[in-house]
């Protein structure tokens, strides 16, 4: 079993930054093959995908609604994964859930292409 651990969120306002973290452990696990993914849900929303590292190689992949504003980025001697998010506008308000794809491929979007889940931390955007 893989366990996710998100911290870091919080109320912020706009044009500020924040950073979360998702510490990923597992007895006996390691996860250089996997994919890892920070997603958002906003109430009455679906999950979106933000955006994707591959452990073993650290190549980035983003969606257009956050590319150039959020860097995602891993620590692998602490087995975590960063989300810095800049220029933070009200519109990024949501509860914001890093996930892991044990077999997932490199540029994997879709929330059923991961395996495990974080219980998520909601990141509060004031005008």
């Known amino acids: 079993q893989v366990q996710l651990v998100e911290s870091g969120g919080g109320l912020v306002q706009a044009g500020g930054s924040l950073r979360l973290s998702c510490a990923a452990s597992?007895?006996?696990?390691?996860?250089?093959?996997?994919?890892m993914g920070w997603f958002r849900q906003a109430p009455g929303k679906e999950r979106e995908f933000l955006a994707g590292?591959?452990?073993?190689?650290?190549?980035?992949y983003y969606s257009d609604s956050v590319k150039g504003r959020f860097t995602i980025s891993r620590d692998n001697a602490k087995n975590t994964v960063y989300l810095q998010m800049n220029s933070l506008k009200p519109e990024d308000t949501a509860v914001y859930y890093c996930?892991?794809?044990?077999?997932?491929?490199?540029?994997?979007?879709?929330?059923?292409?991961?395996?495990?889940w974080g219980q998520g931390t909601q990141v509060t955007v004031s005008s």
């Open positions: 590292i591959s452990w073993i190689s650290g190549n980035t």
């Open positions: 996930a892991a794809g044990r077999s997932a491929a490199w540029g994997t979007v879709r929330p059923r292409g991961y395996d495990y």
């Open positions: 597992g007895r006996g696990r390691t996860f250089t093959s996997y994919v």
